[in-house]
C-alpha cells in the first residue's frame, strides 16, 4: 500500500496502524465518519503481524466472554464478506490437576451463561479432537469449537483495503510527535510529515499507549508497559494435523496451533521487560523446545525455522484501557490489550465506534475503564495466555 499524504484535516484522527486501528477506521468510515489513520511505519508492523493468530472466547470473566463472542460474530461475518481465513478449530486447554479443573468449571458456567458453548472434556475426547497429543498428564480438558484463528496479515489487509472503500485514509511511515490543545481542546497533531486539524483523537498505539498520552499531556495514570513475548514457527508437517489452539499451563503456559501452510506456530509464558527491545533469545528457543515437545512428543521430529519477538502491552489486570478521556475533548483510548488484541479488535472496533458517535454502547465498556487503575479499582486478572 503506497503511503499517501497527509490530509491537512480530518474529523476522527486514529493514531496507530495495528488490527485496533484499522478495524476501528473501517467501522468509523462505515458509518460515513471523516476519519484518518496515522502510521509510524505500515499498516500491521507493530504487534499485529508478529501475533500468535488465536481468537478465544473462553475467558473467566463476563465482560470480556461477551465482547469476545460479539467479536466472533464479526469475525465471522467479515471473513465471509472479505474473504479472508477465519477458521473456526476451537480452543482447547489441557487441564493436569483437581484446582485447574475446579477453576475451568467455573469459567465454562460463564461462557455457557452467554452463549459460548463450552465443555469440559475427556482426555480421550481431547486426543480424537488433537491424535497427536501426549494425554499420560492430562485429567481433563476445557473444549470450544467456536473458537478459532485468523491470519493476522489478511485479515489486516482486508480491513484496511475495506476502510479505504468507504473513504478512510491510511497514512503511512507518517510519526505523530505531538498534540495542538488549546484550553483543553485538541485542535490538531504534529506530526513527522506536517500538521493535521483534528478534533477528536483515537490513541489505538498499543505498546506505545504511555508516549502518546504523555504528548497529550492527560494526568490520568494509565500503566501500559511493553513486554517481549516471543513466538516460533516449525516446518510444515500434514495439514490438519493440529486443527485447534492447544494450550497447556502446567507446561510453560505454552499456546500452540498450525498455521494454514501446515507450519506450527506459537509460544510460551516466557516474558522479558518491560522493554522496547525485540530480540529473540536463546532462552525462549530452549524452553519452547522443551514445553511443545511435553504436549505433543513427535514434535521432536520437527525443524525450527523460525522465531520472532513482538509486543504485549500489558496493564496490571491484563484488560485493555478503553474509554474517553474526560479532562481533553475528545480524546479516546483502545490501548494495552495484554496480549490478547487481535481477537478482541472487531468488537473493540465497535465499542469505541459506538462511544464517538452514539456517546454510548450496548457492549460492557465499562470493565475496560481507563480510570479504574487511579481509582485502584482493578479488575480480576483476564485469562491470559502465552
Ligand atoms: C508473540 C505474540 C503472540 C500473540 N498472540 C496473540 C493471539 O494469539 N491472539 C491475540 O488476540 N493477540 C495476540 N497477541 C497480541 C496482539 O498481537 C496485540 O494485542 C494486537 O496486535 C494489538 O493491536 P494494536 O492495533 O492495538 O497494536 P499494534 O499492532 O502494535 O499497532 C500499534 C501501531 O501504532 C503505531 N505507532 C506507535 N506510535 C506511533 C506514533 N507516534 N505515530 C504513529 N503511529 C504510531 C505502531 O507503529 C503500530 O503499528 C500476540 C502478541 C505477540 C507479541
Not at 489486516?156 to 495542538?180: C, M, P, Q, R, S
Not at 481542546?185 to 478534533?199: A, H, M, V
Not at 477528536?200 to 490520568?220: C, D, F, R, Y
Not at 493440529?242 to 501446515?262: C, D, E, N, W
Request: proline content about 5%.
Amino acid at each position: 500500500m503506497p503511503s499517501k499524504e497527509l490530509p491537512g484535516r480530518s474529523d476522527i484522527v486514529i493514531i496507530g496502524g495495528g488490527i485496533v486501528g484499522v478495524t476501528l477506521a473501517h467501522e468509523l468510515a462505515k458509518r460515513g465518519e471523516e476519519v484518518t489513520v496515522i502510521e509510524k511505519r505500515f499498516i500491521g508492523s507493530g504487534s499485529t503481524f508478529r501475533c500468535g493468530t488465536g481468537i478465544r472466547q473462553q475467558f473467566n470473566d463476563e465482560a470480556n466472554v461477551q465482547v469476545m463472542k460479539r467479536s466472533v460474530e464479526l469475525w465471522k461475518k467479515y471473513s465471509e464478506e472479505y474473504s479472508f481465513s477465519f477458521e473456526q478449530t476451537g480452543y482447547l486447554f489441557l487441564l493436569y490437576d483437581d484446582d485447574e479443573v475446579e477453576e475451568f468449571k467455573q469459567n465454562i458456567a460463564i461462557q455457557n451463561r452467554f452463549g459460548v458453548p463450552t465443555r469440559l472434556i475427556t482426555p480421550e475426547e481431547a486426543k480424537e479432537i488433537v491424535p497427536l497429543l501426549d494425554i499420560s498428564e492430562v485429567i481433563a480438558a476445557s473444549w470450544n469449537p467456536t473458537d478459532g484463528k485468523a491470519d493476522p496479515f489478511y485479515a489486516t489487509a482486508a480491513f484496511a483495503l475495506n476502510a479505504e472503500h468507504f473513504g478512510a485514509k491510511l497514512v503511512e511511515y507518517t510519526e505523530v510527535k505531538d498534540f495542538i490543545v488549546e484550553n483543553g481542546e485538541i485542535k490538531g497533531l504534529k506530526t513527522s510529515r506536517g500538521t493535521i486539524k483534528t478534533g477528536t483523537v483515537i490513541n489505538a498505539t498499543n505498546a506505545w499507549a504511555k508516549l502518546i498520552n504523555a504528548m497529550a499531556g492527560i494526568s490520568v495514570k494509565i500503566p501500559i508497559e511493553p513486554y517481549k513475548h516471543q513466538a516460533v514457527i516449525t516446518q510444515p508437517i500434514k495439514k490438519g494435523a493440529i486443527r485447534p489452539m492447544v494450550i497447556s499451563f502446567k507446561y510453560g503456559h505454552a499456546y500452540l496451533t498450525q498455521t494454514a501452510h501446515g507450519g506450527v506456530v506459537g509460544g510460551v509464558g516466557y516474558e522479558l521487560g518491560p522493554t522496547y527491545d525485540l530480540n529473540p533469545t536463546y532462552e525462549f528457543l530452549r524452553e519452547v523446545s522443551y514445553y511443545f515437545t511435553k504436549i505433543i512428543p513427535a514434535l521432536r521430529e520437527l525443524l525450527i525455522l523460525r522465531t520472532w519477538a513482538g509486543y504485549y502491552a500489558k496493564t496490571p489486570d491484563s484488560n485493555p484501557a478503553i474509554g474517553k478521556i474526560e479532562e481533553l475533548s475528545d480524546y479516546y483510548i483502545a490501548a494495552g490489550f495484554s496480549g490478547h488484541g487481535f481477537m478482541m479488535a472487531p468488537a473493540v472496533a465497535e465499542m469505541v465506534a459506538d462511544l464517538v458517535t452514539k456517546g454510548r454502547t450496548s457492549l460492557p465498556v465499562e470493565w475496560y475503564d481507563p480510570y479504574r487503575f487511579e481509582r485502584g479499582e482493578l479488575r480480576g486478572e483476564a485469562l491470559q495466555m502465552g
